[in-house]
C-alpha cells in the first residue's frame, strides 16, 4: 500500500518497520514531526526529553541494554548532544542505534545553516542522506542494519524540504527485532582514557571498512547519462539536479559520509566535466578534491542560502539568474505574536522601562521586531541567562538593574536550570523572567516537564518552577499576569532594584491552547484620540488609520491587553 507522507513521518514509519523500541527528542523545526509521529506507534516507548543531550543518552542507554533505538533533532540541536554522541562513537553500540538530526537551508527557522555532515566527520560517525519520503523510510533500515554491522551510532540527515515534503510511500511491515543480550563491557562502555585508547583504534578501523562497503551500497549509485558532465550530488539537491539537468550522468549519494572513492573515481574518469551540487558546506567537494580529481560546485552556488532548481539551472546551465523577490512581488510581512499571546505584554512593558533584555530561543524572539522592540541578545537555547550574567559581571551590579534574561518554561528546563544555578552560585543580582505559558509554543505546542503531560496527552509529573528557583536558595520569586502590564511593570522595577537574585515567572497560557473569552474588541472614535498607545504594542488586528484606530475582529481574540494601554478608554469588548 502507497501513502502521501512528509519525509518526517516516514522517518517515524521507517522507526517502526525496523523494530526500534525506544525513541527519545527534543522538539526543533524542521525535524518536530519525527518523534510526534513515532509517538502514534504503541509498540515504541517514545517521549519527549529536557533537550538533546539527554535524548541521545537514552537512546545510547536503550541501544547497549539491546534495543534498537532513535534520537531526534534539529541541527543545532546536535550540538547540544555532541558530548554523549562523541563519546557513543567510541563506545559503539548493542542493539541499532540512529540519530535523526534535520538540517536547516536557508535558516527557514534557525539561528544557523549548520551542516551536520561537519559533525559527522568531527565524530567519525556515519551519515546516511535521504531524497524523498520512501528514501526516508527504506534509509531508517540501512541506518540500522549500518549501526549493528558496525557496532556505531548513524545519523541520517535531512533537510528541511525533505522533511517537510510529501512523496508516495510503499509501506511494509514491522521487523520484530528481538532484544540483544547485554553483557558487561567495562573495556567498550566505560569511557575512560585507557579504554578509549583502544576504541580509537576500533573507530578507524570500521570508518575504513564501511569507506570500502560505500561502493558497493545500492544506495550509492551511477546513473550513466551523457559523459560531457558528470554531477555528484545527494539530498534535496539530487532531485534538483535530475530537474533542470536530465542529460547529466549522476552519482547519488545515499551514504555521504564515509564517501565512495572507487565510484567517485569512475565517475569523474568517466566525464569530461565534473560538478558537486550540495546544500551548504562543500563537504563532498572539498573531499573529492582531496582525492587529487579537479571539480567544481561551490565557486559557482556559494555556501550560503539552500539550492533551488532555478539557482542550479542558471549557474550551471547558462539560464538566466532568478530575479530576487521584491517588495512588489510579495507584501512584506514580518513574523509577529500571535493575537492574544501572553508574551506581548511582557515585552510592551520591558520596551516602556527601556531595560536591556537578553532573550532567547522561542516565540518570544519575537519581541525584537518594532514596535515592541525589546530584545538586546538571542544567542541559543538558555544562553539568556548567562550573556545577562556575563554582562552584569563585565559592567557591574548598576548593569544589573538594567538587564533582564527572558526565556520560556520550555527552554528553561532544556538549558536553563545550570545558567540560573550559576547566577546564584556565582552571587549574580540580576533578574530572570520566566515566560511560562505552559506549553512549547514556536515548535507547535508540545508538552514539557512544566505542563503535566507527556508526549501522548497523558499526565505526568508537573515540575514546580518555583520550588526549582526556591531549591537553588533564591529568596525574591514572584508570579505575575504579562496582561496586567501595570502590576507586572511594578513588579519588574521592583525586582531589577534588588541587590539580590531574583526570578519573576509571568504566567499566562499560550493564548493558542487555552482561548481567550473570545469577544471581540471595538475602537470608540469619539473618545480615540489617535495617540497610538495601542500601537505600541503589536497586535496584528490592530491597524493605525487616519481618523484613529480600528481593530479587526477577524483576528482579535479579546484579551484586552489594548484595553488596559488606552490611556482613553478607546477600545472596548463589542456589545
Not at 550560503?304 to 512581488?329: C, N, V, W, Y
Request: a neutral charge.
Amino acid at each position: 500500500m502507497k501513502q502521501l507522507m512528509l519525509g518526517n513521518e516516514a522517518i517515524a514509519r521507517g522507526v517502526y518497520e525496523s523494530g526500534a523500541r525506544v525513541a527519545s527528542a527534543y522538539p526543533g523545526t524542521p525535524s518536530t514531526e519525527i518523534c510526534e509521529n513515532v509517538a502514534k506507534y504503541s509498540e515504541i516507548y517514545s517521549e519527549w526529553a529536557p533537550n538533546e543531550k539527554v535524548a541521545v543518552e537514552v537512546a545510547l542507554g536503550a541501544a547497549i541494554g539491546g534495543a534498537r533505538s532513535m534520537a531526534c533533532m534539529k541541527h543545532v540541536g546536535l550540538n547540544v548532544a555532541a558530548d554523549p554522541f562523541f563519546t557513543a562513537s567510541y563506545t559503539g553500540v548493542n542493539a541499532g542505534m540512529v540519530v535523526v538530526v534535520a538540517d536547516d537551508p536557508g535558516m527557514h527557522s534557525s539561528q544557523d545553516e549548520q551542516d551536520t555532515r561537519m559533525l559527522a566527520l568531527a565524530s567519525h560517525s556515519p551519515v546516511l542522506d535521504p531524497s524523498n519520503s520512501q528514501e526516508c523510510k527504506d534509509f531508517m533500515r540501512v541506518a540500522y542494519e549500518i549501526s549493528e554491522k558496525y557496532d556505531t551510532p548513524v545519523i541520517v540527515r535531512v533537510t528541511t524540504r525533505i522533511a517537510h515534503a510529501r512523496t508516495a510511500v510503499e509501506l511494509g511491515v514491522r521487523q520484530e527485532i528481538p532484544l540483544r543480550e547485554y553483557k558487561k563491557d567495562t573495556g567498550k562502555f566505560v569511557s575512560m582514557p585507557g579504554n578509549m585508547i583502544g576504541r580509537h583504534i576500533k573507530v578507524e578501523q570500521r570508518e575504513k571498512a564501511l569507506a570500502e562497503e560505500a561502493n558497493l551500497l545500492p544506495i550509492n549509485r551511477i546513473e550513466w547519462r551523457d559523459k560531457k558532465t558528470g554531477v555528484v550530488t545527494s539530498g534535496a539537491a539530487y532531485n534538483y539536479v535530475k530537474e533542470v539537468m536530465p542529460a547529466a550522468s549522476v552519482l547519488k549519494l545515499g551514504l555521504c559520509y564515509p564517501l565512495p572513492a572507487k565510484l567517485i573515481r569512475e565517475l569523474a574518469d568517466g566525464v569530461e566535466t565534473l560538478y558537486v551540487i550540495e546544500d551548504m558546506e562543500p563537504f563532498y567537494e572539498t573531499a573529492i578534491k582531496a582525492m587529487g580529481i579537479p571539480c567544481s560546485g561551490k565557486d559557482k552556488t556559494g555556501v550560503q542560502g539552500e539550492l533551488f532548481a532555478r539557482k542550479i539551472a542558471a549557474k550551471f546551465m547558462g539560464a538566466p539568474d532568478p530575479a530576487p523577490f521584491t517588495s512588489q512581488d510579495i507584501p512584506v510581512r514580518p513574523p509577529v505574536l500571535c493575537p492574544g499571546c501572553p508574551h506581548r505584554g511582557l515585552f510592551y512593558v520591558l520596551a516602556k522601562r527601556k531595560l536591556t533584555v537578553a532573550s532567547d530561543i522561542g516565540c518570544y524572539t519575537l519581541g525584537v521586531h518594532p514596535p515592541l522592540a525589546a530584545v538586546d541578545t538571542c544567542v541559543c537555547m538558555g544562553a539568556s541567562i548567562g550573556v545577562a550574567h556575563g554582562m552584569e559581571k563585565a559592567r557591574g551590579r548598576e548593569q544589573a538593574k538594567k538587564t533582564v534574561a527572558v526565556l520560556g518554561d520550555s527552554t528553561f528546563c532544556h538549558s536553563g536550570l545550570t545558567g540560573l544555578l550559576n547566577m546564584r552560585y556565582n552571587g549574580s543580582a540580576g533578574t530572570l523572567i520566566i515566560a511560562d505559558n505552559s506549553i512549547t509554543g514556536m515548535t507547535g505546542h508540545q508538552n514539557n516537564p512544566t505542563n503535566g503531560m507527556d508526549i501522548h496527552g497523558n499526565p505526568a509529573p508537573r515540575l514546580d518552577l518555583e520550588a526549582v528557583c526556591h531549591g537553588m536558595g533564591i529568596e525574591h520569586i514572584v508570579v505575575a499576569d504579562p496582561f496586567d502590564v501595570r502590576e507586572l511593570e511594578r513588579v519588574i522595577k521592583e525586582e531589577t532594584e534588588r541587590e539580590e537574585l531574583s526570578v519573576i515567572i509571568a504566567r499566562r497560557p499560550c493564548a493558542l491552547i487555552v482561548k481567550q473569552p473570545g469577544t471581540p474588541y471595538f475602537s470608540d472614535p469619539e473618545k480615540c484620540k489617535n495617540c497610538a498607545m495601542c500601537m505600541k504594542i503589536g497586535c496584528p488586528a490592530i491597524r493605525k488609520t487616519k481618523t484613529g484606530v480600528a481593530v479587526d475582529n477577524t483576528q482579535c481574540v479579546g484579551c484586552g491587553l489594548c484595553a488596559r494601554v488606552c490611556p482613553f478608554n478607546a477600545l472596548a469588548v463589542a456589545k
